[in-house]
């Protein structure tokens, strides 16, 4: 079963460099979302495996709050991706990790299928070096 | 008699055993203080000692006569006729013995006397046979020497007794010559003695008023400090004569003084200035006591006066002092409590002793409530321990004090305060007080806070368009295919320039990097983290000594091993594996090194012929940008590239604030 991947990131032209790099991949991108209403809503009507979450959204420095709800409200695999990753220095509850950006495709790969590994239940690879992950 | 020497003056002999010979009731050492207080030894001859000797040879016949005074160890002559020597040794001297005798004593053959026999005087060249001397007594009745005659033939009839009588009148004329001249060098003593007191004590001189007749009879000195003749002074002139000279402004309240002194008890005290024609005016103190007749009539109104123009000045000068301190003082305090900050000040053992208005209106404390150590209450409790001990540092050490720490409002509200203090020394570099200033920084502190978050809000946005530029250009390249490899190398680059930005730009505690300090070995572990092993492990040792650096050299130093490693991924150690790269920094001095060793990779067959784009951008990097010298070395196991970077290109905001 194809993964289903929401992106949350403010940036239009980030957002959608990353979507053509994951439907490259042969992921399922479910939408984009500019802020975090937006995102949790689209968590509610659509299934959503893994979330790529950005900190500093339309509607201010929202992501970290939002990352939190969707990994332990909605059960969605979440994974950072900004460009100030200490915001998220002391970790976050039920995510996996953040991925500075900017960044290459290489280590998007890697980290999506790092993450959708730890939540399919195989058996953990070695993280992509450039993800830090969350100690939980 | 002339051959003993009286060149140096000195004959060797002491005649210790003489003490013994002497009467009961005074010794030598008396008999030597009292010839000695004549001060008459060794000076220079003098007519009336000469007379006295001329006359005495004369009336006795005697080719040879002396005055001889018998010091310790010689005999002296002060006056003599008939002889060459000034003086000889006091063993071979006759005088020594004719001293001690109350009358003349005459030695008729001194080949026949046994106490002379055998005196070189009489042996030798010089050959006396007569002596007659009549004892020099002075007046405390001490044998200080004899008037003499002597003959070099023997006198078998000896002297007559007009000759005798004449010695010893002779005599004691001698001594009644040296008492004169005791008493007179004395006088002259005490009249300098007397002279230099009257100079020392300012005493300017006496006078006494015949008030009956109006004469004022006044010694010179007086006289003279009253502009007057001293002759007039000692005939004696009206008052008015004497008035005269007063300054003008003091003329009519000493007048009234007298007039005061008169009706009163008599005693007159005053100062007042005298005005001698073209000179400064002198101030002077008089006392007086009136005496009045039997029926209350004054009749005369003696005193003194003294010069007290010097205190006077002094006192002067000690009020003007006076004033420009209390004036200094006056406007320390004008100037400190207009001051927009706190101003206090502590004696050089810290303790508080004085606080500004800004102070009392800051804190709402009362006055003098903080002096002592009642300001530590003002302090927040979370600050007070790191107040105190730089405070007590700079006690210690007379170190700047200097220290932010909270202080209570008069509202209660704690507020930023940047206090600090400088010591005050004395002349020989003695601490002597200190004076501090505390100046609230706390609208400045959010300022600065405010800044930082726009800077770091700044930071951010800029962070995020190296992500933007990154997706544009990828977005791009996936119109052109053939772009691709171009694309891939170019966000790359952008994202090591990221990377450096990210280690360098100003941060808070939340922005601050995720790994490590802001460290060179920090930031390189951070940039060639894409090369490690899929477990993580690293492929670039980074060994050495580390560096702080900052943004200037950062975008440099990023390009430079983004470059290296891109070209070791593609060509070098890191295309295969098990092949890795050793970089090794040192601080050689004044230069920072870099090492780059590539081993484990492909066989390098030797220098390309042809320099890359990325190649150019690594020597621009050092070379141009951090000024320093980049050099390859194609090794056969692998390329090595040496970055020789002055130790200052990797902070050179830091190398320049040191330089200050």
New interface residues.
Partial sequence: MTARILIIEDEALVAMELRFVLEDLGYDVVAIAADARTARNLAKETEVDLALVDIHLSDGPTGVELGRDLAQEAGVTVLYMTANPGMVRNGVAGAIGVLGKPTDERAVQKSVEYALGRRNGQPVQYAPPELQLFAN | MAPVACENGVCPLSLSNINDQWPKGWSERDRVAALRAYGVLHTAPEIGFDDIVALAAKICDAPTALISLVDTDTQWFKAKVGLVACETGRDVSFCDHAMREHEVMVVRDATQDPRFADNALVTGSLGIRFYAGAPLISAEGLPVGSLCIIDYRPRPGGLTDLQAQALSVLARQVISQMELRKALAQRKESEETARRAVLASEYVGAWDWDMVNDRVVADERFARMYGLDPEVGVAGAPLSVFMAHMHPDDVDRVAAEIEQATEGDGVFVSEYRLQAPGETPRWVVARGQIYFAADGTPEHFPGISVDITERKALDANLADVAAALSESEAKFRAIADSMPQMVWSTHADGLHDYYNARWYEFTGVSEGSTDGEGWAAIFHPEDQPRAWEVWRHSLATGDLYEIEYRLRRHDGVYRWTLGRAVPIRNEAGEIIRWFGTCTDIDDLKRVEQNKELLSQELS?RI??I???????I??SA?EHPEAKAFA?AV??R??AL??AH?FVRP?SE??????GDMTLHAFLEALF??Y?N???SARVTIEGDDAIFDDQAATSVALLFHELATNAAKYGALSVVGGRVILRTELRDDRFVLTWTETGGPAVAGQPTREGFGTSLATLSVQGQLGGRLERIWRRDGLKVVADLPATALSRRRAAQNVR
């Fill in positions: 951010h962070k995020n190296f992500a933007v530029v990154s997706a544009l990828a977005l996936r891939s966000r790359n952008i994202g990221a990377r990210e941060h939340v922005s601050r990097p995720t790994v983290k894409p490690a899929d477990d993580g």
